[in-house]
Every structure is written in structure tokens, then in C-alpha cells.
């Protein structure tokens, strides 16, 4: 750390200048290619001024203990987590076989670039999510007749469709798109797929419980009423990053990396790891991605990002974003 600041300090005078400090965010945001990722002015201006907490326009070393402590460290030793979301049987050749659906992809096509992963990439903690509903689930277009369809539903309960979204009565007002019956607890459609690689020490999340509500999102039920078992694991594991995959793309995985983002955690979508029902959805996904700090990957890319090598600023911005709402609530003399 020492040696880190003395080294930037290129005018020795125990500062660091918005100038010298941009030396080390040219420095950090690399790839083991060699390639030198930039900043926009903005996010670096506001990365600057979050750990001059001082706000005296320059930081001095006990503002970069805290910088390197908080920020370098992690961005350059994250801990990574690998979330692999619902690639189960009814996804992929069973009654909810994306094939099937606008997009047409092939659920099976992520099965041999996870395990590629799986089999390459050492990460910190390994979860594997599954869909595992009731036989009354809500979302069953075959359970329609158990529920009330308010009368402000777009669609009545008579004219309803498999993939069409009606509303049920409440309180309060429950908005559900309807599929074919899926994932049923142990049964056939929900074990994971016989060709997924099961790694010792994973953890498997169970999601979709509640008859009365469904859980895209592996963090939480739709209604955010009741959360999983992901959030205390992930504490556990001490998680910094989480590389998201698997079916389908813009409703489960796409949910799931939303939330991680909005917990605080630095996101990665792997995709070519990831198939969807809808390509204008899948768009729509990978947009509410980007436009929240979060990074879109193919797998080849995802080794030398766990191991440090591949340091990318929109993950630096999110962490001192982060560090900044963290910082807000203590006292700067708790700061270090």
C-alpha cells in the first residue's frame, strides 16, 4: 500500500491528485492481455471524491488506506461466486421446454460451456438454484380455476393463454404470467439436468415454494415477501462478485442479476451460458444490466476476471458506489 502510494505521489507531495489518481485507475483496469480500460471522466471524478472523504480536494494516506483496503484489493482479489440458475429437466426437454418459446433457444446448448467452467475456473462458492413449486403453484395455467381473475386483468380468466399474464384478485392485486405446468418437487422435470456437472461443496437454492406466489429471482419471491437461503450463504462465503447463467435468460436469470445488483454485489452475466424465452426480452435484460453497473461476459472471458486478471471498470464503479452508501451512515472516524 505504501509502496502503491509513494509510487503515484509523482510529485512527492503526499497527496494524491485527481490526476495521479486516474495513474491508478489506468493501472487497475486492465486486462492480462494488455489492454488498458478507461474510465468515463464522470465515474472517475466521482470515484475520486468518495474516498477523499475528507473533502479537501486531495487524498492523503489515511484516505488511501481506506481506498486500498476497500477498493484495489477487492477489485484486484474478488471473491467470486458462480450461480447457475434453474438448468433443470422441464426447461430443457420437459413440459416447459424453451425450445418451444419465441426465441427458440436450445436450454441444452449452456450445459457443455458451465461445465467447461466448472471444470476450468476456481471459484469461491459454487449454487446451483432450482424451480420447485407445488402441484396448486400459482403460475400453472392449469391451476387457473382455483384462483379469482380480478376484473381489471387484461386478459379474462376464460380467454387466457399458456405465456399470457392475467390479474388475480387480492388484496392486493397479483399480476402472473401463466406456464405449463413445471418443476414439480420431486419429480422428473425438476431435477437438474443428468448432464450438468454437480461440483462437491455446491449449494442448491430452492425457490418457488409458495403456492401463492411465484420466484423468478433466486434472491427473493416475486412479491419480495419472503427471501431464499442465497443472501446469508453469500455473506458466508464473504462474496464480492456473482457470475450469473443458466434458464432462461430474461426471466429467472435475468430477475436473479437484477436483485444481486440491487444487494450490492458486483454482477456478471455469463452469455453464452444463458438461453431465454424472448429476444426482445433478452435485449431488454442485458440493457437493465449494463445501465446498473453490471457486465455482460462470454465464458472464455470469466477465468482471467475470477483470478484478477481482467479488471473491469464498471465492476470498480459499483464497489465504490457501494463503499460510498456504506460510508455515508458511519462516521469518518470508522472510515478505516
Not at 448432464?195 to 420466484?215: C, F, M, Q, R
Not at 483470478?307 to 452508501?325: F, T
Request: proline share 2%; charged share 25%; net charge negative.
Amino acid at each position: 500500500m505504501d509502496a502503491c502510494f509513494t509510487a503515484f505521489d509523482k510529485d512527492g507531495d503526499g497527496y494524491l491528485s485527481l490526476a495521479e489518481f486516474e495513474l491508478i485507475c489506468r493501472a487497475l483496469f486492465r486486462n492480462d492481455r494488455g489492454k488498458i480500460y478507461t474510465l468515463e471522466k464522470k465515474q472517475l471524478n466521482e470515484i475520486y471524491n468518495i474516498f477523499d472523504w475528507k473533502g479537501d480536494g486531495k487524498i492523503d494516506r489515511e484516505e488511501f488506506e481506506m481506498c486500498w483496503n476497500r477498493w484495489i484489493k477487492i477489485c484486484c482479489r474478488p471473491k467470486s461466486a458462480f450461480l447457475i440458475v434453474d438448468v433443470q429437466n422441464d426447461f430443457i426437454t420437459g413440459s416447459l421446454n424453451i425450445k418451444q418459446c419465441a426465441a427458440q433457444h436450445d436450454g441444452s446448448e449452456v450445459i457443455e460451456p458451465i461445465n467447461r467452467l466448472l471444470e476450468t475456473v476456481q471459484f469461491d462458492a459454487v449454487f446451483y438454484s432450482l424451480d420447485w413449486h407445488p402441484v396448486d403453484h400459482v403460475s400453472f395455467i392449469d391451476n387457473l380455476h382455483l384462483r379469482e381473475v380480478d376484473s381489471s386483468s387484461e386478459i379474462s380468466k376464460e380467454a387466457a393463454q399458456v405465456y399470457d399474464t392475467v390479474t388475480f384478485k387480492g388484496p392486493p392485486l397479483l399480476s402472473q404470467r401463466l406456464w405449463p405446468r413445471h418443476c414439480i418437487q420431486d419429480s422428473w422435470g425438476a431435477e437438474l439436468h443428468k448432464d450438468l456437472k454437480i461440483i462437491n461443496n455446491a449449494i442448491k437454492v430452492y425457490k418457488g415454494t409458495n403456492p401463492e406466489v411465484d420466484s423468478y429471482s433466486v434472491f427473493w419471491d416475486n412479491k419480495k415477501l419472503q427471501d431464499t437461503t442465497l443472501s446469508s450463504q453469500l455473506q458466508e462465503t464473504g462474496a464480492t462478485d456473482i457470475y450469473i447463467c443458466g434458464l432462461a435468460y430474461d426471466v429467472c436469470v435475468g430477475a436473479t442479476a437484477v436483485d444481486a445488483l440491487k444487494s450490492g454485489y458486483r454482477t456478471i452475466l455469463i452469455d453464452d451460458c444463458s438461453r431465454g424465452v424472448d429476444l426482445v426480452d433478452i435485449e431488454k435484460t442485458k440493457s437493465t444490466v449494463i445501465a446498473n453497473n453490471g457486465v455482460i461476459v462470454n465464458s472464455n472471458q470469466v477465468k482471467a476476471m475470477v483470478e484478477g486478471k481482467d479488471r473491469r471498470p464498471e465492476l470498480g464503479y459499483k464497489l465504490a458506489l457501494e463503499i460510498k452508501q456504506k460510508f455515508n451512515t458511519v462516521d469518518n472516524n470508522d472510515k478505516c
